[in-house]
């Protein structure tokens, strides 16, 4: 009898723990959602030049980067959770009309372009692992991604799951081709630690800088985390705690991931005296040096990346339709209006990684769009009430914007100057 009375308790704490831990994961979720335009084609493209060009000298660029998306996407999430109400609708509220035409154009743009983006890297995914044609490609792409889209009528959760399994995907696939490319760990040390540019290393550190912090997501984060939220002020004080612990893991798996592609590049292309600058060079020149399975885990890697990155982009495109102007358009609808342009460029014959620069380009228009209204929204007290900005965030906030600003202006002028 003694001996059932000593286990009790130890039964009671583990049946705590459990409870403890449904708890933490009941708000995971749409952190991972939104980490994969942190890790999107566009990622790709730029931390394969940065490290084939400069070998470990711009991961310090990954770090800084995740460091400003963790605090913008938090941000979001807590105007979600304190208002039941995502930024585009808020900008419909307080914003005058002009203002809102203004800011539902760029956002409209920038959903197009980040979806153009996102395609890229789905299609080139089926051409480079089973040489289907890029036309088909672009099709099965689409019809996947919708499929996704979709799914949101069964509850979101579902959609997160795909995600996040897609997530995994990725991370698995990179981590694994991270550790058999054999880099020079002391030196990845150090260049995390280490901010380094010279003046050939600018436009690629700025691209990977700029490409990061994307509009779409600073929109979509602050309707996801709703499918949570409760009206009582002690449980949204407990979901934004959980919130911020959901894109710390979040946002620090992308780190990961995008430092791993700065890695592997550096040790397997710069290593060899290679310049890859192109994502199919990266996949051919990957095949002799490291091996079929290296380039078959880049392939997949690159595959789920480009549908998990189109859905988060047609989710969003979805958000930004339904808000500022207060149109009413069906979800379907929606989803075909974000996809369409990526479709009709991708299957018109226009070169994919062009399209792809373009479209880069017209996100830096976008970005402030995003982010100035979102400091702006959650520093007013009759808004967020005791979830109002403070001193240091508004201090920490507005200097961020300022370093992207700057850096996508500087983006943008490289890249019309060439």
């Not at 708000?27 to 060009?53: E, K, L, R």
């Amino acid at each position: 009898m003694k001996e059932e009375q000593l286990s009790l308790p130890v039964l009671a704490e583990s049946g705590d723990v459990k409870d403890k831990a449904k708890g933490i994961f009941k708000y995971f979720g749409p952190a991972f959602i939104v980490s994969v335009a942190y890790m999107d084609p566009g990622n790709f493209g730029t931390n394969i030049a940065g490290g084939s060009q400069f070998a470990y000298n711009l991961i310090w660029v990954i770090l800084w980067s995740n460091f400003m998306a963790i605090f913008v996407q938090i941000l979001s999430a807590k105007l979600g959770i304190a208002t039941g109400i995502h930024l585009p609708d808020h900008c419909g509220k307080i914003f005058s009309r002009p203002v809102n035409w203004g800011l539902w154009s760029i956002a409209t743009v920038a959903a197009m372009a980040t979806d153009l983006a996102e395609f890229l890297g789905g299609v080139l995914g089926f051409h480079l692992l089973f040489g289907i044609p890029l036309v088909w490609s672009a099709v099965l792409t689409g019809v996947i991604t919708y499929g996704i889209c979709h799914m949101q009528k069964y509850g979101q959760q579902i959609v997160e799951h795909i995600i996040t399994g897609m997530v995994a995907v990725i991370s698995i696939a990179y981590v694994w081709e991270m550790f058999i490319a054999k880099p020079d760990w002391s030196q990845v040390a150090y260049h995390v630690a280490v901010p380094m540019l010279t003046p050939d290393s600018v436009l690629v550190a700025v691209g990977m800088l700029g490409a990061t912090v994307m509009p779409h997501v600073i929109y979509l984060h602050s309707h996801l985390v709703q499918t949570r939220r409760t009206e009582c002020m002690e449980d949204c004080r407990r979901h934004l705690k959980m919130a911020k612990i959901d894109v710390f893991v979040a946002m620090n798996m992308a780190f990961i991931v995008n430092a791993a592609m700065v890695i592997v590049s550096a040790a397997v292309f710069n290593g060899n005296g290679l310049n890859v600058n192109s994502i199919e060079a990266a996949y051919m020149t990957l095949q002799p040096l490291m091996g079929n399975m290296a380039a078959g885990a880049f392939g997949l890697a690159l595959l789920a990346s480009g549908l998990s990155s189109s859905t988060v982009g047609t989710m969003a495109g979805e958000v930004i339709l339904g808000g500022f102007v207060g149109f009413d358009i069906p979800a379907s609808i929606r989803r075909l209006i974000t996809m369409i342009p990526g479709l009709a460029i991708l299957m018109s014959g226009i070169n994919p990684m062009e399209a792809l620069v373009y479209s880069q380009v017209s996100l830096s228009f976008a970005l402030p769009a995003a982010i100035i209204p979102l400091m702006i929204v959650t520093n007013k007290a009759n808004i967020m009430g005791r979830f109002k900005n403070g001193f240091l965030t508004n201090c920490i906030g507005w200097v961020i914007v300022s370093i992207i600003l700057v850096l996508n202006v500087v983006l943008l002028y490289l890249t019309l100057t060439g």
